[in-house]
């Protein structure tokens, strides 16, 4: 959505740290969200932070989320071929309502 | 619980024809969406349900399009007179409303209108 920016390309060497950002215009944003998709497939939910958070790390994702700026960050430690795919980073702009960005495609290079 | 399912997976139909698509949410859930998503682009919402009632509609939504969940549990998105331009994925998720209002999808239909 118009509402949600993400960057289109992210190539990556396997092994390697990824980081994929986002910004968001929304401050009311109750939740933030980070989800994987794989082609052909629908979504997979990776990750998301309650917006009164700075920081969640779940395994080798790491979100960080800098409200003042509206910025939201997906670290990917330890970077595998098997990571390759789009990422999404969405807004709870309601109760109901998520806003997506545009996708981040990642590619995974040995 | 295996999770959200669609069906079909795939459809391929003529133009002016009429399609419906179905969703089964994950068993405890009461809210279930429906979005599209075209090619290079995220999904954009096109209507929501709280147990049967539909209680939101997108004005993506033309009144060609159609969404029921008659009895609070699976829905069906129904396109009449398709276009080319309906040409997507639709994805449906489901929630459990509540304190975290996480939606999870299933793996959508892909509708190729010709």
């Known amino acids: 959505g118009e509402d949600v920016e993400q960057s289109l390309f992210l190539s990556v060497r396997e092994g390697d740290s990824s980081v994929i950002n986002c910004t968001y215009t929304?401050?009311?944003?109750?939740?933030l969200y980070w989800y994987k998709q794989e082609p052909g497939a629908g979504l997979q939910l990776l990750t998301y932070?309650?917006?009164?958070?700075d920081m969640k790390q779940d395994q080798r994702l790491t979100v960080l989320l800098n409200k003042k700026d509206k910025h939201l960050s997906l670290r990917i430690a330890d970077t595998q071929t098997g990571d390759s795919a789009i990422y999404f980073c969405?807004?709870?702009?309601?109760?109901?309502?998520?806003?997506f960005g545009a996708g981040t495609t990642v590619t995974v290079r040995a | 619980d295996t999770g959200v399912s669609q069906d079909p997976r795939h459809k391929i139909t003529k133009r002016g024809q009429n399609v419906t698509f179905r969703c089964d949410p994950i068993?405890?859930?009461?809210?279930l969406y429906w979005y599209r998503q075209t090619l290079g682009q995220g999904p954009e919402f096109l209507t929501y349900?709280?147990?049967?009632?539909?209680?939101?509609k997108s004005r993506l939504l033309s009144d060609r399009f159609s969404a029921e969940r008659p009895k609070g549990s699976f829905s069906t998105l129904e396109i009449q007179r398709t276009e080319q331009g309906d040409s997507a994925m639709y994805l449906c998720?489901?929630?459990?409303?509540?304190?975290?209002?996480?939606?999870?999808f299933g793996p959508g239909t892909r509708l190729l209108v010709l």
């Open positions: 998720a489901s929630s459990l409303q509540g304190a975290e209002e996480t939606q999870y």
């Open positions: 929304d401050s009311s944003s109750t939740y």
């Open positions: 932070i309650f917006s009164n958070m």
């Open positions: 969405a807004e709870g702009e309601s109760d109901y309502k998520l806003s």
């Open positions: 068993s405890e859930h009461n809210r």
């Open positions: 349900f709280q147990n049967e009632a539909q209680l939101e």
